[in-house]
């Protein structure tokens, strides 16, 4: 996927070395976030594994995207969804609520402006 999303944005691991797999991931649902919402000003996702003495990493998701006049945080600590092993499944359930906060937040703003 060569097209970035048109606004700042940090991907960070602490935990791990990513593959270049999971960077095209993020910046797949970037770029569709970016298509709801002309305006956002930055974004940071930080992916963590942080149980290192487990066999299984259960991936944590945290995104924070910066709107005019606000700021859209996630906060993805599924300790109990084993789907989130995956990592790739953390990310998407993250995306979803992140397009649903999003979209909740642009319909105010329509609101606030009628």
């Known amino acids: 996927m060569n097209e970035k999303p048109n606004f700042h944005y940090e991907i960070t691991y602490p935990d791990f070395n990513p593959s270049p797999a999971i960077n095209t991931d993020i ?3 970037l770029k569709k976030i970016d298509s709801l919402f002309d305006r956002i000003i930055s974004c940071h996702v ?3 594994a942080p149980h290192k003495h487990s066999r299984k ?4 998701i ?3 995207l910066e709107i005019p006049g606000d700021n859209i945080v996630v906060y993805h600590e599924p300790q109990k969804n084993q789907a989130h092993t995956d990592i790739h499944v953390a990310i ?3 995306f979803r609520a992140l397009k649903k906060q999003l979209i909740d ?3 105010l703003m329509k609101a606030h402006n009628a």
């Open 27 to 29: 910046e797949k649902y």
């Open 57 to 60: 990493h259960i991936y944590h």
């Open 105 to 107: 937040r642009i319909e």
């Open 46 to 48: 930080a992916v963590r």
């Open 62 to 64: 945290n995104i924070s």
């Open 92 to 94: 998407r359930d993250a």
